[in-house]
């Protein structure tokens, strides 16, 4: 498919998707928007290491599958980073399993981004992904590198404000995304005041961009 414009509710400061790791996510998260494609083990598309990557874009690498799951072997991430290098972009690497960022040579136009939904366990949402404490425990350890780094608070579960808050304060993130569960999963969502307050809390010490989808909590 190689590199693709971004279009549809994604993120507006990313301009393509690219995905040279291909299949079903370890993670196996309830609401996951993958799950309605038919998809096979996870695998490196040795095609998409043949992609012209173009030079100042905002890629997002990755997206279609987290690319840093446990089921990802170690020597596929370093191919995919090592072509990435030979472009000069910005590259967004997200993934749920943020503690393996540290362990790979990234380039130095990264953002390195994790998804956080609630301070809360979830077990029968979250599937095999790491607890959300674990998270952002790596997120705020990788301070240290010097890249920029990013929450997403997508799809919004219910929350309790005061440790989710500090949660994300902590990790220190350049800015945070909020969106919501686009695809009728019946989470369990936080109300609009609620909301509002966190948004209120988050413009304390960060930028804080709201998704379209958000919108249908917040009427």
């Known amino acids: 498919m190689g590199l693709i414009k971004q279009s549809g509710n994604m993120y507006n400061f990313v301009t393509h998707t690219w995905n040279p790791v291909k299949g079903k996510c370890w993670h196996n998260c309830s609401y996951c928007y993958m799950k309605r494609f038919k998809l096979k083990d996870v695998r490196l598309d040795e095609k998409e290491l043949k992609t012209d990557l173009g030079e100042g874009n905002f890629i997002f690498v990755g997206s279609g599958t987290d690319m840093f799951a446990q089921s990802v ?38 953002v390195l981004g994790t998804t956080i939904e609630t301070n809360r366990l979830y077990e029968d949402i979250i599937g095999m992904s790491p607890h959300v404490s674990q998270r952002a425990y790596y997120m705020t350890s990788l301070k240290r590198y010097g890249f920029k780094r990013m929450v997403t608070i997508e799809p919004i579960l219910d929350f309790d404000l005061s440790e989710f808050v500090g949660m994300i304060k902590e990790i220190g993130p350049d800015w945070v995304n909020i969106g919501a569960d686009s695809k009728g999963h019946g989470l369990p969502e936080p109300d609009r005041f609620k909301i509002a307050q966190l948004i209120n809390s988050l413009k304390e010490f960060t930028t804080v961009n709201l998704k379209s989808n958000l919108w249908r909590l917040m009427d």
């Open 73 to 110: 072997p170690d020597e596929w991430i370093v191919r995919v980073m090592t072509y990435c290098k030979m472009y000069y972009n910005q590259y967004l690497f997200q993934s749920k399993n943020p503690g393996r960022f540290m362990f790979f040579d990234k380039p130095e136009n990264s």
